[in-house]
């Protein structure tokens, strides 16, 4: 990794580097698992690229709260596969029933919905063994707080709770404070995740882990309000999936309810607000605060 304590901090370099150790790690993290057509799903979407947002977080957790980040990568890897698996099964017919995903057929397009849905579940178990069987180095106390950790974003009280809500709500008129729940437990809660694991890992104390859950709403709800405007402004060629998808799915969103002007505004003041947790921690936080700010400039 390149080091973030420098006074001019080379955000690209950084974010190659992390980036690149992510993909090695990703490639190394499927082994030779039997049936073959299994390994081939979990690898396809695994390996199909992407942002590598939440495994960066969780590296760049791990340092800010003097950790090494080489022990958190395993968790990193975890993260990845949570996030993949949830997207792998996002795109199935049942839910958002989406052919194209990070610029390629959607998974189940290739092997079958059946397929489909194990590979996904074979990433989400894979994603505890690595946390707990394949973290050498870390003390066993702290995995065991990532464990829960996970198992809190990935289930009901995250991903899996707001995902049920963003489906009920489908066709219906949302207020904001139901926008807001979806979005925190759809996207925010794996992004605390990411975040928070990292900290365990390095030996943050409450005070870091405090401020980095601050951090993790702020970029969370500012995350997937972008996600909204993208989904408006940008091509499925430049997103890798199939834009225009909400207004197809008469989804509300930021950019309905509030319009493109002020759905940005609250995405720049989120993120002004996110960074601003990490106040006590300016010294170290390069990483943090640049990856705030590469969530509402990005342009997939
Ligand atoms: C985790 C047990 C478990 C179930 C999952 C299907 C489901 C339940 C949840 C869906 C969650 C979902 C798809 C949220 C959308 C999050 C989002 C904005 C994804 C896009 O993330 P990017 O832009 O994508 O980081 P890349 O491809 O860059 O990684």
Known sequence: MVSAVSTSFDFPAYLAAAKASVEEALDDSLGPERPEQLRE???????????????????????????DAAQALPTAVALEMIHTMSLIHDDLPAMDNDDLRRGRPTNHKVYGDAIAILAG????????????????GVPADRLLKVVGELSLVAGAPGLVGGQVEDLDCEG???????LEFIHLHKTGALLTGCLISGALIGGADEDLIAALRIYARGIGLAFQIID????????SDV???????DLLAD?????????????????DALVNEAKSALDPWRASSAPLLALADYITSRDR
């Open 121 to 136: 579940d074979a990433l989400l178990t894979r994603a505890f063994e690595m946390v707990a069987l394949r973290s050498p």
């Open 228 to 235: 909204d405007i993208l989904d408006v402004t940008a091509s």
């Open 41 to 67: 799903a979990m690898r396809y979407s695994l390996l199909a690229g992407g942002k590598r947002l939440r495994p960066i977080l969780c590296l760049a957790a791990c340092e800010l709260a003097g950790g």
């Open 251 to 267: 989804k509300t969103t930021y950019p309905k309810l509030l319009g493109l002007d002020e759905s940005r505004r609250r995405a």
């Open 172 to 178: 219906k008129q949302v207020d904001l404070d139901t």
């Open 239 to 245: 997103l890798g999936k199939t834009a225009g998808k």
